[in-house]
């Protein structure tokens, strides 16, 4: 069945950075479009980028455009969230997801403060 295992969540200062993966399992990664969610205390889950199969087209929300960058490596089936320069607004629990379909991971919390 269709597996997404998200890590790589912590606790970072404002200004810093992490790196989220995502491990993906049960169907063809590599033609399949991929994002990242996020969900903030108290707050609804939004989208926070997507990359289609190719890597040729990808999308970030205007909150972490020039700041964080959506990659993928098909042959190992991972997708990953690079992440800089973080404030404490980007504290969430963030989740990745196959587009079009809906099945979530347990997601990984990033938590930024000083």
């Known amino acids: 069945q269709v597996q997404l295992v998200e890590s790589g969540g912590g606790w970072v200062l404002p200004g810093g950075s992490l790196r989220l993966s995502c491990a993906a399992s049960g169907f063809t990664f590599g033609s399949s479009g991929m994002s990242w969610y996020r969900q903030a205390p108290g707050k609804e889950r939004e989208l926070v980028a997507r990359?289609?199969?190719?890597?040729?087209?990808?999308y970030y929300a205007n909150s972490v455009e020039g700041r964080f960058t959506i990659s993928r490596d098909n042959v190992n089936k991972m997708l990953y969230l690079q992440m800089n320069s973080l404030n404490p607004e980007d504290t969430a629990v963030y989740y990745c997801?196959?587009?079009?379909?809906?099945?979530w991971g347990q997601g990984t919390l990033v938590t930024v403060s000083s």
């Open positions: 997801k196959r587009i079009g379909f809906e099945v």
């Open positions: 990359i289609s199969g190719s890597s040729n087209s990808r």
